[in-house]
């Protein structure tokens, strides 16, 4: 049964990944919208429209672009390089051009990859108006023994009376408590950079929905990065400043090793439930310390915000050959790989809403939990060297004796699990026997 619910949720986020991947999204523009209206088909995102000028802490929001067509042609009208083929041919946010030129004249707007003669390099340039076409070395070298005129078009155009979107979903829990799940929506066709991220984050928002209602309060944001978050932080300064720390969902879907970043405080909440979930499920990541460079963390763990934020990574950006470029394809990234990535986020969700503290019922000296068919009659084979018993037993008993023994209103279950090398989730488990027998009860100072 849990195969087949694994390979059904496999095959969805293979079937979204097709469907989002040839969408062409920016900073702002109608891509960004189709990205949100087939994501508002599996959760209800509510969609922002910021006004273009507007100004932002440091930073304005720009015109929204947009961009029809774009190609190179030779002399026989054939086009060599096309928009049509790849939306990763235009640079972001590049101007329109009409013109014949010959290739000398062209080559400053052509980019390319000596290191990687196959890939279209990502490039954009939104904040200086100008034009480029990427290209692979060999389409590179295809142009330059062109002795003729090219023909250069690419239509497009800016809105200054245009918006930039940025979506929302807002999942209330039973305490004031909340933790923000961001991601970023403004890459044209790469998967790793930043389906993968798209994917996973509305399949967390959909999981909270459909499960009874969290303890913490969560607050998805899907914006284009940097200039989407800081606007998102201008727009809710104060419900931003009340977080209690968050995840940015980023590159968790290609075919290398797990990783981490830290939150900058390096020891949050957010980090410890991280390694928790690691640890339990015998991963070792690849652990990057926080540094003031990477994705939207840069934003919300500002000094005028501070929120400790974390990222669970699979071929983090910067990390892997693939990275802003052609090559970060659907060969590069599947569901299967998403899904790990998934899985171990689910985890940390859930540590972090389950991290409850008891107390005890019977704090002084040990509670009888034979009495109370807790415990196996037979005395004196527990945690005997050699002795033959059933291991489940001698865990479960383990994880009785720790929390019996931390429920004294200090002690949160995660310390618990810390502290006894006990996986969260067995304690989750174990703590409910517990209350049900009357042994602890919830602690709500907490
Ligand atoms: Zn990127």
């Known amino acids: 049964m849990e195969d087949v619910k694994h390979r059904e949720e496999v095959g969805e986020l293979d079937i979204l990944l097709k469907a989002l991947f040839n969408i ?96 279209v390099p990502y490039r954009t340039s939104y904040y200086q108006r100008d034009w480029g076409f990427c290209i692979s070395k060999s389409q590179y070298q295809q142009l330059k023994d062109i002795s ?126 991280i390694r928790l979930a690691f640890r339990d499920r015998k991963v070792e990541p690849i652990r990057y310390p926080f540094v003031p460079d990477g994705s939207d963390e840069r934003q919300y763990s500002s000094p005028g915000f501070r929120i400790p934020v974390a990222s669970i990574t699979k071929d983090k950006y910067y990390e892997y050959p693939q990275y802003h470029t052609s090559l970060d394809n659907l060969d590069f990234v599947n569901g299967s790989q998403i899904k790990e990535s998934l899985d171990l986020y689910r985890d940390v969700f859930r540590i972090l809403d389950r991290n409850v503290v008891y107390r005890s019922n019977v704090p002084c000296g040990e509670p009888q939990f034979g009495r109370r068919g807790l415990y196996p009659a037979t005395g004196g084979a527990i945690n005997q060297p050699g002795a033959v018993g059933p291991n489940e037993i001698a865990r479960q008993i383990d994880a009785m004796t720790w929390l019996q023994f931390l429920a004294d209103d200090d002690h949160d279950l995660m310390i618990i699990a810390e502290r006894s090398g006990i996986a969260f989730l067995t304690l989750e488990k174990i703590a409910s026997q517990l209350l049900e027998a009357g042994l602890i009860e919830l602690c709500d100072k907490h």
């Open 148 to 273: 003729g005129p090219l023909t250069v078009f690419i239509d497009s155009g800016f809105k200054p009376d245009g918006s930039m979107a940025v979506a929302e979903l807002l999942i209330p829990g039973k305490n004031d408590k909340e933790f923000l799940v961001s991601t970023y929506c403004c890459h044209p066709s790469m998967a790793n950079d930043n389906l993968s991220g798209l994917l996973t984050a509305t399949y967390l928002a959909r999981d909270l929905l459909s499960a009874e209602m969290p303890q913490h309060s969560w607050r998805f944001v899907f914006l284009p990065e940097t200039i989407g978050a800081i606007a998102y932080l201008n727009h809710n300064e104060a419900a931003m400043k009340r977080l209690l720390g968050g995840l940015v969902v980023t590159t968790c879907g290609g075919p290398g090793a797990l990783g981490y970043k830290e939150t900058f405080l390096g020891n949050h909440l957010v980090d410890r439930a």
């Open 24 to 119: 062409n999204r920016s900073l702002t523009g109608e891509g960004n919208r189709r990205t949100f209206d087939l994501l508002q088909e599996i959760i209800p995102l509510k969609v922002f429209e910021y006004a273009c000028g507007t100004s932002v802490y440091d930073w304005t929001i720009p015109d929204e672009w947009v961009i029809r067509d774009a190609y190179i042609k030779g002399a026989d009208g054939k086009r060599l390089i096309d928009f049509g083929e790849s939306n990763l041919h235009v640079m972001g946010y590049s101007t329109p051009v009409d013109q014949k030129m010959y290739f000398d004249e062209l080559a400053p707007h052509l980019h390319y990859l000596d290191s990687n003669p196959e890939a």
